[in-house]
């Protein structure tokens, strides 16, 4: 099956069904089950009401709330199979692998090679939850929100989610196409990740090309995605895979004063994590101990300058190829403003 790929894969909290290589069916019926290459079969699922749930651990509860239709087309289990899985009254049904934790739950079927997975976080005061499945014919991931009442998973209506020409920083135009018709992407989580990740693969490419004439197209992604999220809401943080492209942007937080207030610590600790989706590499710099320079991993700055004026505490912000921003120690919010437009002329 995916072999290596599929027992990377996990699930987070995210509220929308995604199907990257298929539609979820239209039967209310049972859990939609499956062998091998057999055709899915519906079973009856009123007996999930009798299953013994109120004892099991919290994340199997949450599981069990997901609808008939939710769960996919692609699926090895009726609902009483699974629950003897997950309680393991009978862990050796389909030789199953089954992981489950506070926030993660995942049972892989050797049989019929499909290896299932549920991820929760929360923003706010919502729960997420990100499923997926993964067969030997690529994955289905949805994401959903649960209700107040705790009871039913609801689809996420809105979600960012990377365009399959957001991997790469250049295509031609016969690659491009390429990547729009037969590009796909799969979703990751780790167990002990808050993030989704996103990584093309150009594996299932050749695959959904099927021996179409992109068999000379292998070039490696420029970027893969994490979907990050807070209280406030989902966002993507691109991650860069070809060391090349990496911006040259730089921020340091300096003290000419020698006294640096807890306050002066907590806002430049704050600026440096609120800019890192813009690829900011973040340093603190006390120029009484560092003899005027600023040390940054590949780069090193010399402000012997900065002696000719009055000593304070600030910020100093650096992309190659621009003038530098200079900026007096303030709050964090009105200094990170200034710092994206510095950075993003679009922000």
């Not at 049904?93 to 506070?102: A, P, S, Y």
């Not at 996420?156 to 990377?162: D, N, Q």
Request: hydrophobic share 35%; with cysteine.
């Amino acid at each position: 099956m995916l072999n290596g790929i599929i027992y990377r894969l996990s699930i987070v909290g995210v509220l929308i069904f995604i199907n990257s290589c298929g539609s979820a069916p239209e039967d209310d019926g049972g859990f939609i089950t499956s062998s091998g290459g057999d055709e899915p079969v519906v079973e009856d699922s009123a007996v999930v009401t009798e299953l013994d749930l109120a004892s099991q651990p919290l994340m199997v509860r949450y599981f069990f709330k997901f609808k008939d239709y939710q769960i996919g087309d692609d699926y090895c289990y009726d609902e009483i199979s699974a629950y003897k899985t997950l309680t393991e009254s009978d862990p050796d049904l389909f030789g199953t692998e089954i992981v489950i934790n506070d926030d993660y739950l995942r049972f892989e079927n050797d049989e019929c090679f499909v290896t299932t997975e549920f991820k929760i976080m929360s923003t706010g005061e919502t729960k997420i939850g990100v499923l997926l499945q993964t067969s030997k014919n690529g994955q289905q991931a949805g994401y959903y929100w649960l209700d107040e009442d705790g009871e039913n998973w609801n689809e996420v209506e809105s979600i960012p989610l990377p365009k399959m020409w957001d991997f790469y920083y250049s295509l031609e135009d016969s690659e491009q196409g390429w990547v729009d018709d037969f590009g796909y992407y799969y979703v990751y989580v780790r167990e002990t990740s808050k993030q989704v990740s996103f990584e093309f693969s150009l594996w299932q490419m050749g695959l959904n090309a099927d021996g179409k004439e992109i068999m000379d197209f292998n070039k490696e992604p420029d970027f893969s995605y994490d979907l990050m999220h807070d209280d406030n809401g989902f966002w993507l943080k691109k991650v860069y895979e070809n060391e090349e492209l990496k911006p040259n942007r730089f921020f340091m937080a300096y003290s000419e004063t020698g006294e640096i207030s807890d306050d002066f610590s907590y806002f430049s600790d704050m600026i440096g994590e609120q800019l890192k989706d813009y690829g900011v590499e973040s340093v603190y710099a006390d120029f009484s101990q560092t003899d005027y320079h600023g040390y940054f991993a590949k780069d090193t700055f010399d402000f012997s300058s900065m002696q000719q004026f009055e000593p304070r505490n600030g910020y100093w912000f650096y992309e190659k190829g621009k003038e530098p921003l200079d900026l007096e120690y303030d709050m964090v919010d009105p200094t990170v403003k200034k710092a994206k437009r510095y950075f993003d002329e679009k922000y």
